[in-house]
Each structure stands twice: as C-alpha cells, then as structure tokens.
C-alpha cells in the first residue's frame, strides 16, 4: 500500500542534541510538510516542501531546519532541542495540484522527548 | 483572518447514541474542508472531505455536509461505537492552498 512513514516513531534525546526526524512517502507525491503537535493541541505548519523549493513558516523558529534528497524522503532537523519542542512530529504529503483541493495524507508521526 | 472553530470537548456518549460534532470555518471563497481523526499515539487520519459548497463527505458512517450559507461543516455519525474513541479536527486548506488550519479538536469518548 502506498503510504508515509516516519521514523522513529518514538525518539529521545538530551537538551541541546542535535536530532533527526525522518519522513518517506511511497505515493510519489510532490509536497511534503512537517508539523508540530505539542500535548491536546492541533498540529502546527513548520514548513513545507513543493517539490525542491522550501518554503517557511513566518514562526517557525530557526532551531527547526529541513532537507528534501529526492522525491520521497524529507528530514526534519533540530538543531538544538529544547524542552519545549517535546512535541509529536508529523510528515504529511499531498500531490500538489495548486487549485485548493489537495488532501494532505499524513503519516503515523513521531514522538520527540527531550531530556 | 482564516480559521476553523469546533465544540469544545470532550464529548461522552454511549454505544450507539447519535453524534455530531460543529464546526464552523471564516475563509474567503470556498475552501476545501477536512475531518481527520486521530487515535491515541497515531498520526492523522484523513476521515472526510469536501471539496465544493454543497459537496457531502462520507466514510465508515460518518457524513459531513458543506455548508456555505452557514460556514459550516459539521461531523455526525448515527450510532456510534466504543472504537470511534478518538480526536476529531476540523481543517481548511489556507487560501494559498499550501497548509490546513486545524480547529483545536474534539475528544469523542465512546462507552459501551
């Protein structure tokens, strides 16, 4: 089945460690985002990628940073967590049609502790 | 500017009750709308979508019907079950068409 996966589902990792999120998509779709969902909150836009362009979101904080290798795997980087980005991690992907319908399909998230 | 609105929660409700579930949106135009669900410790699920006023999304019992006289998008399922024990969001597609606005989510809490 055509799907996102995200790994690890669930990561730990020391105040000020550097972590990696990974993201891939099997349904050769041409956006990829990452959002942020802290406890009982709704997800939260970081940024997306259409294809190679990058696009930001105006609050995005500069700890939070993204790589796109190819079409199906995207990274989400922390440079230097800090106790208030212990969050649940979600990619979701969509085709990118750019005439407002777009589904996104989101994968199974992972959970970031920081220590 | 843009936003999605849902009832608080959470909402408790017996097997088999009737459910829904308001939401409400401001957009300018008509944007897509969205209900996910999410099950504790998962990811998103897309339930529904409506792409169009008028437009009914329906799956696995649940209907939502797109409202534009009312800005509305409400979620109801005839009889629930304890496996529909989840958070519901509510979402547009912002007008660049680039990112969902989410509502807070409801908490559906489902007894037998």
């Known amino acids: 089945d055509a799907m996102v996966i995200q790994n690890p589902r669930y990561q730990v990792t020391q105040f000020g460690k550097p972590v990696t999120l990974s993201c891939s998509q099997t349904?050769?779709?041409?956006?990829m985002y990452w959002y942020q969902q802290k406890s009982s909150q709704a997800p939260k836009l970081l940024f997306h990628y259409y294809d190679k362009d990058f696009n930001n979101e105006a609050d995005t904080p500069d700890n939070f940073q993204s790589r796109r290798p190819n079409t199906s795997f995207c990274f989400l980087d922390i440079r230097s967590p800090g106790l208030g980005d212990a969050a649940m991690y979600l990619c979701?992907?969509?085709?990118?049609?750019?005439?407002?319908?777009?589904?996104?399909?989101f994968g199974p998230g992972t959970r970031l502790t920081v220590l | 500017g843009d936003s999605v609105t849902q009832m608080e929660g959470p909402v408790t409700l017996s097997e088999e009750a009737f459910l829904t579930i308001n939401c409400t949106y401001t957009?300018?135009?008509?944007?897509?709308l969205f209900w996910y669900v999410q099950y504790p410790g998962e990811g998103l699920q897309l339930l529904l979508k409506?792409?169009?006023?008028?437009d009914k999304g329906s799956n696995k019992g649940f209907e939502a019907t797109y409202r534009k006289e009312t800005t509305s998008f409400h979620l109801e399922k005839g009889s629930v079950q304890v496996s529909d024990s989840a958070v519901y969001f509510c979402a547009r597609l912002n007008q660049a068409g680039t990112a969902l606005i989410f509502g807070k989510g409801t908490t559906l809490s489902v007894s037998s």
């Open positions: 349904l050769n779709h041409n956006v």
């Open positions: 979701a992907t969509s085709i990118g049609r750019g005439d407002g319908t777009d589904t996104q399909y």
């Open positions: 957009a300018t135009g008509y944007p897509s």
């Open positions: 409506a792409t169009k006023a008028d």
